[in-house]
C-alpha cells in the first residue's frame, strides 16, 4: 500500500448481497466490514485516501470503452459484451469503471 495514494473499493451490502443471492453464512459475516474497518485505518495511518464507491454505482453494467450503460446483467454473464464491440471480463471492465470513478471521485474532494 505505501507505493499507492489512494485505494478504491465498492461500498457493498453484504448482508443484502447474501439474503438475495443465497451465499450463505460465508457473505454474511462481518468480515468485509472488518476488512474495510481495518483498511480505512490503515490508510489514514500512512496518510492515504480510502475511497469508497456508491454500492448503486453500476460498475458491471457500465461499458469502460464507451460508457453506455446495459440495462441488465445477469451474474450468470462472466463475459462483458457492448454493442460497441468491446468484450472484456465482466470483472475485469467494472474494475476498470471502479477506478475511474474513484479518480472521478478524488478530484472533487
Given at each position: 500500500m505505501k507505493q499507492y495514494d489512494c485505494v478504491v473499493i465498492e461500498d457493498l451490502n453484504m448482508k443484502g448481497m447474501s439474503q438475495?443471492?443465497?451465499f450463505g453464512k460465508s457473505?454474511?459475516?462481518d468480515a468485509w466490514g472488518?476488512?474495510?474497518t481495518f483498511l480505512q485505518y490503515k490508510s489514514e495511518e500512512q496518510g492515504k485516501k480510502?475511497?469508497?464507491?456508491d454500492k448503486w454505482f453500476p460498475s458491471?453494467?457500465?461499458c469502460s470503452c464507451c460508457g453506455q450503460v446495459k440495462?441488465?446483467?445477469s451474474l450468470s454473464e462472466r463475459k462483458f459484451h457492448c454493442d460497441c464491440g468491446y468484450v472484456a471480463d465482466r470483472d475485469w471492465n467494472a474494475s476498470i469503471n471502479i477506478k475511474r470513478?474513484?479518480?472521478r471521485l478524488l478530484a472533487v474532494v
Open positions: 438475495t443471492f443465497h457473505v454474511a459475516d472488518m476488512f474495510t480510502l475511497i469508497k464507491i458491471s453494467k457500465t440495462e441488465s446483467l470513478e474513484g479518480l
